[in-house]
Every structure is written in structure tokens, then in C-alpha cells.
């Protein structure tokens, strides 16, 4: 055995095992170059998933003939000038990228500076480098890859179908696009454009807001809540989305780090806690926030694909995120998203309601869509609460009067007309109509009273007359009574009583007559199913939820229309009650526009 250097060549090889994952990773170093050489427009071909091409275009500063050479020699960087890795400013720094791609696949760079007459172009095939030839090409770089890999069969081996791999391949550009609005992309597979956003002029707010609308939905831009905050030289941007858009994964959120696409537990953890009170535990919220720290506080030198960073003081990070975030969405007060009244109107145009007339498209007996009975089934069953029949005199309550002066417009809510079913109030408001959950409102708002009232030094409890003795089972007390001090901070005062029951004096005053026994046997079965280390304040959302829910404003109570406005007027005036802890909505709102067209009126 002998020891000995091993070839530029091979070294170069085994450096792109970490640099290019896999057809996607080139895609991103060589849009990153693209950026970093201050490109307006940047078009992205790719065929079969990148593995027999892959060409990125820019209109940047362009290459001379002979830093040709030089851009394909590894750890050659223009972008480290003073040798300082504490401040860098660019994508790239690492000088590694296009040696690694040209030891691993047949590369061709094209590249003309503003000043040259003439453009060149240089091959490079499995590290073999030729020399440069004047070619005629405009302004800016064009680089070349074929046959990704074909150097390193093990790592062909190991790459996904042509299909996934250019999914792969659309995320790294979206998420550079979404840092970079005032850069034009496009992204074709060979047959079309998948992919194609214009620079976006104007301010920076509104340009960001345009282009992660085209990439991440028109929803999301009209139902993003602006985020700006400083903590300590650390600037926080970007929009967070209100709690009920959400989705079943984490793929629509989004970090930037100056300017850098991340991915960071530190982020989808401070989003799990700025959303806890909001959303269920198996629900994402959509969000991109874009952090602007200085280069001293962070290590963006962690991994070769720089997709991770380090920061020096991550509580700090983690904190200003979940700060700006939770003040955001209370300021955001009742709103709740526009997805909601549109994902009503598409249920019923879609015919997915029964409900008769004009959008229900039900031709025949075949053309029923799948799993209607099933739907409409439920929907009557017993306990649903809309079990009556719908004209029944005492399935809704009306009696509220139309008085002719109200001026509507200072409702956001609007003003209550009528409760149908004893469970959801109907309000009118300026332009249309608002169907409230009155049972969701109310657990929101008796969760938010708990919270208000905790940070006001404690929950008001109320005596009761005849305490009250539950009886349950022996692990079922045990749990509770340990956690008897945290469930009296809550207005809930509980004390062991024999083996198998537990006593209660007190309950928060602010739940009214409440159904003490269903509650004590709920929080129980919460608390065995749940994180015996996560403190309940923490979960309040959920205790909260429990406990509203033997309350007093319950589905299937009849209110008057003073409690109905009384409700009303509440949600307006709190925060998060737009939704309940589960990112459900607690009301609907219809425009009249909207109701129009269901009727073929527009
Ligand atoms: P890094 O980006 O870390 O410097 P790369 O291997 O990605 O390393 O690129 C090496 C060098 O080649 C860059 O520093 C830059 O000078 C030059 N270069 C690469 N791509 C382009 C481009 N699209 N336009 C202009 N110069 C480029
Ligand atoms: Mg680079």
C-alpha cells in the first residue's frame, strides 16, 4: 500500500458526492451564480429531471476567456476578495460547485463580459478541461450540464424517477425566486414552461408579496399577515399566514437567511409554538419570513450545499420569530381567510352539499358524485344537530328585528338576524352575510379569556355551593390531582377524594353553569393521551377548548339576539377569534357578490 495524493481529479469527485446531491443541487449552485452575478432574467432548462440536461442562462456580468479555466478550478471564488469568511455577501464563496458538476457530468461554459466583442465557451468532460473558443452568444453565462453523473454510476443509481427529480428541481428554484422578486425565471422541462415569473418592480414589501403570491397562491397573498420586527440587530420580514389556511405538511414554509433558502428545525419548531393556540397539532400554517442578521452572528459555513446555517444566539432567532408571529396574528383580531367563504362556495357550486338549484350540475341518478349519500347521511344523523327537519318551527330562532336606521357598516361581524338550529347564528353584515359556529366562537373566546386573565395574574374562580364529587378511575384522579396545581391557576379547584373520586370547590367563574362531571372525565383523557412534560398553560388552546366545551354557550343552546350581538361584538374585539384552536373556522362569511353568482346572477 502506498500513501499518496490523490488526483485533482478524483478529489473534485468525491466533493460532488456533497455538492450535488442529486440534479436539483446543480440547478441551485448554478442559479445562485446566476443571482450572484447580478442577473435580471434567468431561464432554467431541464431535461428528464435534469440527468441527461440541464442549462441556466443569465444575463449577469459574464466571464473573460480566461477566468473560463479558473471558474472550473475548485476552491477559485471572485467572491471571497478580502479572505474574510466572516462577511459574505454572495450565494456562493466556496469555489467548489461548477469543479464539482464538471468532475460528474460533460460541462460547457459560454460566457460573455459587457466589454468583449466576442463570447467563449470552455468543455469540460469528467475533469477533463479543454480550451477556450470564441463563440458567438450575448451577454451573460450560459452553462451547460449533459449526462449528469455519468461519471459515477452509484450515484445515477440512487436518483428518483424523471418526474420527482424535476419536482425537486422546481422547489430549489422557487425558493431562490421567492428571495430574489426583482429577478425574472423561468423553468421549462423541454416542453413547456412550468415555471414563469416576472421581475417585480417596486417597493421591496410589495414586490416579496407579489412574487410569493405567483409562487405560493393567490390565497396566501390575500391572507398573509405582515411581519416586521427587530430583536437586538436581527431584522425579522415576511408574511405569516392567518391560521385557517393551512395545510397538511410543512412544504409551504419558508426561511430566508440573508437572501439564502434554509431549512431549520429552529424554524419549524418556533412556528409549532407562535401557531399552537391556533392550529391542531397535524396542521401547518403557510408562511415565508425572511431574517436579515449580520454576518458576525451567523456561520453559513456548516455543510458544502449551504443550506444550513448557524446561529450565534439561536434563542434569540427562535424567540423573535415566535414574538413577531403571535403579536401578528393577535393584531389580525376575528379575521379569518377569505379560503374559508370561497371554500364554501366551491362546495356547494361543486354540488359536494346537497343543496338544490342551478350549481349542483345533477343530471342523473349516475352523475352523483361519489359518497353524496354518505355525506348527506351524516349530515341529518342523530346528534349532528340538524336532525330536525329544516322548516320546523322551533329549529330556528328569529325574532330579532330589522331596525331600518342600524348603520352595519360599524360590525365587522355584522349584526345577528337569527339562530338556525341552536347552533349557528346568521348575521347581516354591509355587503353580506356571516354564519357563526356559535359553539366554536364561544370555546375561542372563553380560551382567550383564560389566557387574558392568566396574564393578569390569575383566572377568576367561583365557589361552588355544593362541591361536586366525580367519580373516575384511579389513574384517571391520579393524573389529575398532579396536576391539581396547574388546573387551579386555571380557575379549577380539585382535591383528592378516596381512591377513586375527586372533589371540585371551584370553577372558573367565566364559564358560567357548566357540566362539571364531562369536564373533569375530558381533561383526564386529554391528559393521558398527551406530553405529561408540556405544561397545560402551554397547551391552553386545547384545556381551553375543553373546558368552553362544558360551558355554557354549548351547540344546541338557544340564544336571544342580545346574546347573539353580545357574541358578536366579542369576536370582534378579540384576537384568534376567527378561528378555533384547531385552525378551523369559527364563522363563514359570504359576500353578497359571491351569492349572486351561486344563483347565475353575475
Ligand atoms: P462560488 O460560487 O462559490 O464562487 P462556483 O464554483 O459556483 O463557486 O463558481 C466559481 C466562480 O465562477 C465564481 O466565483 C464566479 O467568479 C464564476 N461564475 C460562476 N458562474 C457564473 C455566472 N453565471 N456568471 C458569472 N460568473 C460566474
Ligand atoms: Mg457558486
Given at each position: 500500500?502506498?500513501?499518496?495524493?490523490?488526483?485533482?481529479?478524483?478529489?473534485?469527485?468525491?466533493?460532488?458526492?456533497?455538492?450535488?446531491?442529486?440534479?436539483?443541487?446543480?440547478?441551485?449552485?448554478l442559479?445562485?451564480?446566476?443571482?450572484?452575478?447580478?442577473?435580471?432574467?434567468?431561464?432554467?432548462?431541464?431535461?428528464?429531471?435534469?440527468?441527461?440536461?440541464?442549462?441556466?442562462?443569465?444575463?449577469?456580468?459574464?466571464?473573460?476567456?480566461?477566468?473560463?479555466?479558473?471558474?472550473?478550478?475548485?476552491?477559485?471564488?471572485?467572491?471571497?476578495?478580502?479572505?474574510?469568511?466572516?462577511?459574505?455577501?454572495?450565494?456562493?464563496?466556496?469555489?467548489?460547485a461548477?469543479?464539482?458538476?464538471?468532475?460528474?457530468?460533460?460541462?460547457?461554459?459560454?460566457?460573455?463580459?459587457p466589454?468583449?466583442?466576442?463570447?467563449?465557451?470552455?468543455?469540460?468532460?469528467?475533469?477533463?478541461?479543454?480550451?477556450?473558443?470564441?463563440?458567438?452568444?450575448?451577454?451573460?453565462?450560459?452553462?451547460?450540464?449533459?449526462?449528469?453523473?455519468?461519471?459515477?454510476?452509484?450515484?445515477?443509481?440512487?436518483?428518483?424517477?424523471?418526474?420527482?427529480?424535476?419536482?425537486?428541481?422546481?422547489?430549489?428554484?422557487?425558493?431562490?425566486?421567492?428571495?430574489?422578486?426583482?429577478?425574472?425565471f423561468?423553468?421549462?422541462?423541454?416542453?413547456?414552461?412550468m415555471?414563469?415569473?416576472?421581475?417585480?418592480?417596486?417597493?421591496?414589501?410589495?414586490?416579496?408579496?407579489?412574487?410569493?403570491?405567483?409562487?405560493?397562491?393567490?390565497?396566501?397573498?390575500?391572507?398573509?399577515?405582515?411581519?416586521?420586527?427587530?430583536?437586538?440587530?436581527?431584522?425579522?420580514?415576511?408574511?405569516?399566514?392567518?391560521?385557517?389556511?393551512?395545510?397538511?405538511?410543512?412544504?409551504?414554509?419558508?426561511?430566508?437567511?440573508?437572501?439564502?433558502?434554509?431549512?431549520?428545525?429552529?424554524?419549524?419548531?418556533?412556528?409549532?409554538?407562535?401557531?399552537?393556540?391556533?392550529?391542531?397539532?397535524?396542521?401547518?400554517?403557510?408562511?415565508?419570513?425572511?431574517?436579515?442578521?449580520?454576518?458576525?452572528?451567523?456561520?453559513?459555513?456548516?455543510?458544502?450545499?449551504?443550506?444550513?446555517?448557524?446561529?450565534?444566539?439561536?434563542?434569540?432567532?427562535?424567540?423573535?420569530?415566535?414574538?413577531?408571529?403571535k403579536?401578528?396574528?393577535?393584531?389580525?383580531?376575528?379575521?379569518a381567510?377569505?379560503?374559508?367563504?370561497?371554500?364554501?362556495?366551491?362546495?356547494?357550486?361543486?354540488?359536494?352539499?346537497?343543496?338544490?338549484?342551478?350549481?349542483?350540475?345533477?343530471?342523473?341518478?349516475?352523475?352523483?358524485?361519489?359518497?353524496?349519500?354518505?355525506?348527506?347521511?351524516?349530515?341529518?344523523?342523530?346528534?349532528?344537530?340538524?336532525?330536525?327537519?329544516?322548516?320546523?318551527?322551533?329549529?330556528?330562532?328569529?325574532?330579532?328585528?330589522?331596525?331600518?336606521?342600524?348603520?352595519?357598516?360599524?360590525?365587522?361581524?355584522?349584526?345577528?338576524?337569527?339562530?338556525?338550529?341552536?347552533?349557528?347564528i346568521?348575521?347581516?353584515?354591509?355587503?353580506?352575510?356571516?354564519?357563526?359556529?356559535?359553539?366554536?366562537?364561544?370555546?375561542?373566546?372563553?380560551?382567550?379569556?383564560?389566557?387574558?386573565?392568566?396574564?393578569?395574574?390569575?383566572?377568576?374562580r367561583?365557589?361552588?355551593?355544593?362541591?361536586?364529587?366525580?367519580?373516575?378511575?384511579?389513574?384517571?384522579?391520579?393524573?389529575?390531582?398532579?396536576?391539581?396545581?396547574?388546573?387551579?391557576?386555571?380557575?379549577?379547584?380539585?382535591?383528592?377524594?378516596?381512591?377513586?373520586?375527586?372533589?371540585?370547590?371551584?370553577?372558573?367563574?367565566?364559564?358560567?353553569?357548566?357540566?362539571?362531571?364531562?369536564l373533569?372525565?375530558?381533561?383526564?383523557?386529554?391528559?393521558?393521551?398527551?406530553?405529561?412534560a408540556?405544561?397545560?398553560?402551554?397547551?391552553?388552546?386545547?384545556?381551553?377548548?375543553?373546558?368552553?366545551?362544558?360551558?355554557?354557550?354549548?351547540?344546541?343552546?338557544?340564544?336571544?339576539?342580545?346574546?347573539?350581538?353580545?357574541?358578536?361584538?366579542?369576536?370582534?374585539?378579540?384576537?384568534?377569534?376567527?378561528?378555533?384552536?384547531?385552525?378551523?373556522?369559527?364563522?363563514?362569511?359570504?359576500?353578497?357578490a359571491?351569492?349572486?353568482?351561486?344563483?347565475?346572477?353575475?
Amino acid at each position: 500500500m502506498t500513501l499518496r495524493r490523490l488526483p485533482e481529479n478524483l478529489v473534485n469527485r468525491i466533493a460532488a458526492g456533497e455538492v450535488v446531491e442529486r440534479p436539483a443541487s446543480a440547478v441551485k449552485e448554478l442559479v445562485e451564480n446566476a443571482i450572484d452575478a447580478g442577473a435580471s432574467h434567468i431561464d432554467i432548462l431541464v431535461r428528464d429531471g435534469g440527468r441527461t440536461q440541464i442549462t441556466v442562462t443569465d444575463d449577469g456580468k459574464g466571464m473573460s476567456r480566461d477566468e473560463l479555466p479558473l471558474a472550473i478550478e475548485r476552491h477559485a471564488t471572485s467572491k471571497l476578495p478580502d479572505d474574510d469568511l466572516q462577511n459574505i455577501a454572495s450565494l456562493g464563496f466556496r469555489g467548489e460547485a461548477l469543479a464539482s458538476i464538471g468532475a460528474v457530468s460533460r460541462l460547457q461554459l459560454t460566457s460573455r463580459r459587457p466589454v468583449d466583442e466576442e463570447a467563449w465557451m470552455l468543455s469540460v468532460e469528467g475533469g477533463v478541461i479543454g480550451t477556450p473558443c470564441p463563440v458567438a452568444h450575448p451577454v451573460g453565462t450560459r452553462i451547460d450540464v449533459r449526462d449528469l453523473f455519468y461519471a459515477t454510476p452509484a450515484r445515477l443509481k440512487f436518483l428518483k424517477t424523471p418526474r420527482a427529480e424535476l419536482g425537486h428541481v422546481s422547489e430549489a428554484v422557487k425558493r431562490l425566486a421567492m428571495a430574489h422578486p426583482d429577478i425574472g425565471f423561468t423553468l421549462n422541462n423541454g416542453e413547456r414552461d412550468m415555471l414563469r415569473l416576472a421581475p417585480s418592480q417596486g417597493d421591496l414589501l410589495g414586490s416579496r408579496l407579489e412574487r410569493l403570491g405567483a409562487i405560493m397562491g393567490r390565497d396566501f397573498a390575500d391572507n398573509a399577515l405582515s411581519i416586521d420586527a427587530e430583536r437586538e440587530g436581527v431584522f425579522l420580514s415576511g408574511h405569516a399566514g392567518l391560521p385557517t389556511l393551512n395545510r397538511g405538511n410543512a412544504q409551504m414554509q419558508f426561511l430566508f437567511v440573508n437572501g439564502r433558502p434554509v431549512r431549520d428545525k429552529l424554524f419549524y419548531g418556533a412556528l409549532r409554538g407562535a401557531y399552537r393556540d391556533f392550529l391542531a397539532g397535524d396542521r401547518y400554517p403557510m408562511v415565508a419570513l425572511f431574517l436579515d442578521v449580520p454576518s458576525d452572528a451567523l456561520d453559513v459555513n456548516v455543510h458544502p450545499a449551504k443550506t444550513e446555517v448557524r446561529f450565534r444566539d439561536a434563542a434569540l432567532v427562535r424567540g423573535l420569530i415566535v414574538g413577531a408571529v403571535k403579536h401578528a396574528l393577535a393584531e389580525a383580531g376575528h379575521r379569518a381567510s377569505t379560503t374559508v367563504g370561497h371554500g364554501a362556495l366551491a362546495a356547494v357550486q361543486s354540488g359536494s352539499l346537497p343543496m338544490g338549484g342551478g350549481g349542483g350540475g345533477y343530471t342523473g341518478g349516475s352523475s352523483f358524485p361519489a359518497g353524496l349519500a354518505e355525506r348527506a347521511a351524516s349530515f341529518f344523523a342523530p346528534g349532528s344537530g340538524l336532525e330536525a327537519p329544516l322548516a320546523a318551527p322551533d329549529a330556528f330562532n328569529v325574532g330579532v328585528a330589522v331596525d331600518e336606521g342600524e348603520d352595519l357598516s360599524d360590525y365587522p361581524l355584522g349584526v345577528a338576524r337569527a339562530q338556525l338550529h341552536e347552533t349557528y347564528i346568521v348575521a347581516q353584515t354591509v355587503d353580506g352575510i356571516v354564519i357563526v359556529d356559535q359553539h366554536a366562537a364561544h370555546e375561542r373566546l372563553v380560551h382567550e379569556r383564560i389566557k387574558k386573565s392568566l396574564e393578569q395574574g390569575g383566572v377568576s374562580r367561583q365557589g361552588l355551593l355544593i362541591p361536586e364529587v366525580v367519580e373516575m378511575d384511579e389513574t384517571a384522579v391520579d393524573r389529575l390531582n398532579g396536576r391539581a396545581d396547574e388546573l387551579f391557576e386555571l380557575g379549577l379547584t380539585i382535591e383528592a377524594f378516596g381512591p377513586g373520586a375527586l372533589v371540585v370547590r371551584e370553577v372558573p367563574a367565566l364559564l358560567g353553569d357548566c357540566d362539571i362531571q364531562g369536564l373533569l372525565r375530558d381533561l383526564a383523557d386529554d391528559l393521558a393521551e398527551h406530553d405529561e412534560a408540556l405544561a397545560l398553560k402551554d397547551r391552553l388552546g386545547d384545556v381551553a377548548a375543553k373546558m368552553a366545551c362544558h360551558g355554557s354557550v354549548r351547540a344546541g343552546r338557544r340564544l336571544n339576539a342580545t346574546e347573539m350581538n353580545a357574541l358578536l361584538r366579542e369576536m370582534e374585539a378579540t384576537p384568534h377569534s376567527g378561528q378555533c384552536s384547531h385552525g378551523r373556522p369559527t364563522y363563514v362569511e359570504l359576500k353578497l357578490a359571491d351569492i349572486e353568482k351561486l344563483f347565475g346572477r353575475r
